[in-house]
């Protein structure tokens, strides 16, 4: 993640550089140059928020699977629906421990 501050860093010292060189030299293409270099660097910091907000939720839904899982192996039963339930047999039940 650190990557993508450093290259939004680099691209807005290219978009200072060009804006300099397009004033000293009175050139349009050069400010619209440095204009697009800099909204590149604003795309790229944009996306790295984005990417940390997701990852922060790929983390949080990791923990609450593992969570789970852990739940449901310390107590088997609690994963079967209310449906199951009532279709238990004890040879049923004993297979379901069986297959885990």
Do not use: C, K
């Not at 060009?18 to 000293?24: D, I, W």
């Not at 310390?74 to 421990?97: K, V």
């Amino acid at each position: 993640m650190s990557l993508i501050l450093i290259v939004a860093i680099v691209l807005i010292a290219w978009s200072l550089h060009l804006m300099r060189q397009a004033f000293a030299q009175h050139e349009l293409s050069l400010m619209l140059a440095g204009t697009l270099v800099a909204m590149a660097a604003a795309a790229t910091i944009g996306v790295y928020f984005v990417m940390a907000d997701y990852m922060l939720y790929i983390e949080e839904m990791a923990q609450r699977s593992a969570a789970v899982s852990l739940s449901q192996h310390a107590y088997p039963i609690a994963a079967f629906t209310w449906q199951d339930a009532e279709n238990l047999t004890p040879e049923t039940l004993e297979l379901s421990f069986l297959l885990r």
